[in-house]
C-alpha cells in the first residue's frame, strides 16, 4: 500500500511511496503528529540519485520489521534536499558542528518543535567498522527519549541556541579590490595540483567556478599563470574519465586526483556550468578542443535531460542494470577489452583500447575500465575515431538506461539557459538558443505562474510546492540576462528585473547580506544563509553577479549598490578560502572591470553583435537592437544613433563612454579584457 508520498511531485519521494515505512512529507502536520503521539521525528534527507540513499532505501526501508519498528515509535519525514534546500542547509549545519562531517542520506531526530538532537548520515542494517545499526540507533534513541527526556531536551536547546550564535561575517567593510583578488590568486596556486589540473586531492570536483574566476583574471590583467591552471585544468577533465567520452557530458567528480574514475551520476547543473566554461575557454584561446566539448556537453543537456515541456532534469543516476539483471554504479558506461572485440572486431577493439585507455586489468571494478583519452594511442585518423566512437554509442544505447530524476529545478535550468545560450551563439547553433527560450519560458509559464514568486521545481508541466530559494531567483536572472543578451529580446530583461526586485525586497538583510530564503519564508529553526559556492554557486554570489549586471543594463543604482553589499562577504572569503567562493570571484573580477556596457545599435546576430558577445571583457553586458522600439527594449540603446547609416557599437564603463565604431575589429580589441 502506498504511504503519503504518492500525492507529491519530487522522484526521489516517489520512489519511496511504497515503502512500508508510513512516510510523511515535510509539513505542519507531522509535527503536530508527533507531538500528538509523543514520539520523536525521523527526518530522512536524500535526493534520486544518490547512491548511498539507495542503498539504506533498500537495506533498512524496505524492511518490514524496521518499518514497523519505525512507525510505532517515530513520525518518519522523507525530503528531497534539492526540493527543500533550506530544510536540507539548516540541519546539515548541524550534523556537520556535532559529527565533523555531512553528507546524504542525512538521518537526523528531531523533537516535535523540529529541534534536532541526534544525527548521522549512512546507518548499516547490521553494526559495522565500529558504526552501530539502523535497528539500534532507533532502539537507543528511543529509549533516551523514554527514559532521559530531559536529557534530550537539553541537548536540542544547546544545538538550536548554538545554531542562532553562529553569525555571520559579512564582510560589510566594502567591496573586493585588487589585493583581495590576488591573495585569492595565490591561495588558488598553492593548491593548484600541478601534475593533473585541478585543485586539492582525492575526491576531486570539476571546480567549474574557479575556473571562470581564472578566465576573467586572466582578460582583465594578462596574467598567464592564471590562464595556465584554467586550460590545464579543463584539458585534464575533457581527457578524463569524469568525462563521457561517447556521449558528452560530465559526472559529478572523479573519485581520485587523475580524472579516471568518476562517481558516475551526471548533474544538470554540473553540466550547465562546464559546458559555459568551456564555450568561454574557447573565446579566451581559440582551443578546437574546448569547442567540442562546450558543444558535445550542450548536445548532451539537450538529448539526455531536456524534458517533455522543454525543461531539463535534474539528473541521471550513477546505477544501472549490469549483465548480471543487479543494479550497479558505472554499469551503463564501462568497458572491457572483450566487450571492445564484441562490438568493432580485433582490429578497431585493440585501437580503441589504446585510444581510450581500457585495460586487461581495468581502471574501475571487476576488470572494466572507464573510457578516457590517455594520449598514448599514437597519431590517429579522426574519421576512423569518429567511426569507432560512434559504434560504441550505438552499442551502450543498447544497454538499460541510468534512471533519470525528472524534476525540473528552477536554478539549475537558470545556469542550463545561460550557457545553451552562450554556447549557441558563439558557435552559430541557433537550435541550443532556441532550447534555451523554451526552457525559459517553461520557468515563466509554470515556475512564476500566477503567483509572480518562483516556485522552486516542477515535474510534468506541474509546478511543486515549494517556494524558490535565493538561487532560484539569482541563477534563474542570470540565465535571463545571458538570453537577452543573445537574442536582442527586451523582455527577458525585464523577466530579470523583476526577479531582482523580489531579491532587494525579500532576500536582503543588514549591511548587504542576503538571505537563503525569503523574509515571508517558512520559519525553520535557524534562517538559512550561506555565502560559500559548492556544486554550484551560492545563491548569494549568484545573486550579486545578477544584480550587477541587471545594474549595468540599467544604470540602476539600488542594484549596483545591492550588489556591491553583497561583494563585502568575498572581500572577506576570498583571500581565505578562493576555492569556495569561485564565482564570488568572477563576479568580483567583473565589479573591478566596470563591467562594461556594449550597445550595439544594429542587427541582433549581426557581425557587430556577434564581436560583442565574444568580447573577454569580464561581465560585460550586450544589448543589440535597431530601429526606434530598440531603447524601449533595452535602456542602453537610448540615444545610440547610427554612424552613417552603419551598425555602430557603442562601449561604456564607470559613466565613460568610448568614441563609438562601426569596425567589429576596433570593438574586438576595445573588449579584448
Not at 355 to 381: I, K
Not at 412 to 433: C, H, K, M, Q, S
Not at 610 to 631: N, S, W
Amino acid at each position: 500500500m502506498a504511504n503519503r508520498l504518492a500525492q507529491t511531485t519530487s522522484p526521489y519521494l516517489l520512489q519511496h511511496a511504497d515503502n512500508p515505512v508510513d512516510w510523511w512529507p515535510w509539513s505542519p502536520e507531522a509535527f503536530e503528529e508527533a507531538r500528538k503521539r509523543d514520539v520523536p521525528v525521523l527526518l530522512s534527507v536524500g535526493y534520486a540519485s544518490c547512491h548511498w540513499c539507495h542503498v539504506m532505501a533498500h537495506e533498512s526501508f524496505e524492511d518490514d520489521g524496521t518499518a514497523a519498528y519505525l512507525n510505532a515509535h517515530f513520525v518518519p519525514v522523507k525530503v528531497d534536499r534539492e526540493e527543500r534546500p533550506d530544510v536540507d542547509a539548516v540541519y546539515m549545519e548541524a550534523v556537520q558542528a556535532a559529527t565533523g562531517h555531512g553528507g546524504w542520506p542525512m538521518t537526523v531526530f528531531l523533537t516535535p518543535d523540529a529541534e534536532p538532537f541526534y544525527f548521522g548520515t549512512y546507518f548499516p542494517p547490521e553494526p559495522r567498522h565500529g558504526s552501530p545499526s539502523f535497528p539500534q540507533v532507533l532502539e537507543g534513541v528511543t529509549a533516551a527519549w523514554t527514559d532521559r527526556r530531559d536529557e534530550v531536551a537539553e541537548v536540542a536547546g544547546r544545538i538550536v541556541a548554538d545554531l542562532a550564535g553562529r553569525s555571520l561575517v559579512h564582510g560589510g567593510d566594502g567591496v573586493p579590490g585588487e589585493s583581495e583578488v590576488a591573495q585569492a590568486l595565490l591561495g588558488l596556486t598553492r593548491e593548484y595540483d600541478e601534475q593533473h589540473g585541478g585543485f586539492g586531492g582525492a575526491p576531486k570536483f570539476p571546480p567549474a567556478m574557479v575556473v571562470e574566476f581564472l578566465l576573467r583574471h586572466y582578460a582583465r590583467t594578462g596574467a598567464e599563470g592564471a590562464l595556465q591552471m584554467a586550460a590545464d585544468t579543463c584539458t585534464a577533465m575533457a581527457r578524463g574519465g569524469i568525462y563521457d567520452q561517447l556521449g558528452g557530458g560530465f559526472a559529478r567528480y572523479s573519485v581520485d586526483r587523475e580524472w579516471i574514475v568518476p562517481h558516475f551520476e551526471k548533474m544538470l547543473y554540473d553540466n550547465a556550468l562546464l559546458c559555459r566554461v568551456y564555450a568561454h575557454l574557447w573565446r579566451t584561446t581559440g582551443s578546437d578542443e574546448a569547442r567540442r566539448i562546450a558543444l558535445e556537453t550542450a548536445d548532451f543537456m539537450v538529448r539526455e535531460l531536456r524534458t517533455a515541456e522543454g525543461g531539463f532534469a535534474s539528473a541521471l543516476d550513477a546505477d544501472s542494470e549490469g549483465a548480471d539483471g543487479k543494479h550497479v554504479e558505472g554499469a551503463y558506461y564501462v568497458w572491457t577489452p572483450e566487450q571492445l572485440r564484441d562490438v568493432l572486431g580485433e582490429d578497431d577493439a585493440a585501437f580503441a583500447a589504446a585510444y581510450f585507455g581500457v585495460t586487461e586489468e581495468g581502471t574501475f571494478e571487476e576488470g572494466a575500465s572507464v573510457l578516457r583519452l590517455p594520449g598514448d594511442a599514437g597519431p590517429v585518423g579522426a574519421a576512423r575515431v569518429a567511426g569507432v566512437r560512434a559504434r560504441l554509442l550505438a552499442a551502450r544505447d543498447e544497454r538499460p538506461h541510468p534512471g533519470r530524476d525528472d524534476k525540473v529545478v528552477a536554478a539549475w535550468n537558470g545556469l542550463a539557459i545561460a550557457a545553451l545560450a552562450e554556447t549557441g551563439a558563439y558557435f552559430d547553433r541557433p537550435d541550443l538558443v532556441e532550447r534555451a527560450t523554451e526552457a525559459a519560458d517553461l520557468l515563466v509559464r509554470v515556475h512564476l505562474g500566477e503567483v509572480a514568486r518562483l516556485t522552486r521545481t516542477s515535474k510534468d508541466g506541474r509546478a511543486g510546492d515549494n517556494a524558490g530559494v535565493l538561487e532560484d531567483y539569482g541563477d534563474v536572472a542570470e540565465g535571463f540576462l545571458a538570453l537577452a543578451a543573445v537574442t536582442g529580446e527586451g523582455a527577458w530583461l525585464e523577466f530579470a528585473g523583476f526577479l531582482l526586485d523580489i531579491v532587494l525586497e525579500q532576500f536582503t538583510g543588514e549591511g548587504g547580506q542576503l538571505y537563503d530564503t525569503a523574509h515571508d519564508a517558512e520559519q525553520l529553526i535557524r534562517r538559512p544563509q550561506d555565502p560559500t559556492d559548492s556544486a554550484t554557486p551560492s545563491g548569494w554570489t549568484a545573486a550579486a553577479g545578477a544584480l550587477l549586471s541587471y545594474a549595468a543594463y540599467t544604470g540602476s543604482e539600488a542594484h549596483r549598490t545591492a550588489a556591491e553589499g553583497a561583494l563585502g562577504v568575498v572581500k572577506a572569503l576570498g583571500p581565505r578560502v578562493p576555492r569556495f567562493v569561485g564565482w564570488g570571484l568572477a563576479v568580483a573580477e567583473a565589479l573591478l572591470d566596470g563591467p562594461r556596457e556594449v550597445a550595439v545599435a544594429g542587427p541582433v546576430g549581426g557581425e557587430l553583435h556577434r564581436t560583442a558577445l565574444l568580447g573577454r571583457a569580464p561581465g560585460a553586458v550586450v544589448a543589440a537592437g535597431e530601429g526606434p522600439g530598440a531603447g524601449a527594449e533595452f535602456p542602453l540603446l537610448v540615444d545610440r544613433p547610427l554612424l552613417g547609416g552603419e551598425p555602430t557599437a557603442y562601449v561604456c564603463r564607470h559613466f565613460v563612454c568610448d568614441a563609438p565604431t562601426t569596425d567589429a575589429g576596433e570593438l574586438a580589441a576595445k573588449l579584448g579584457g
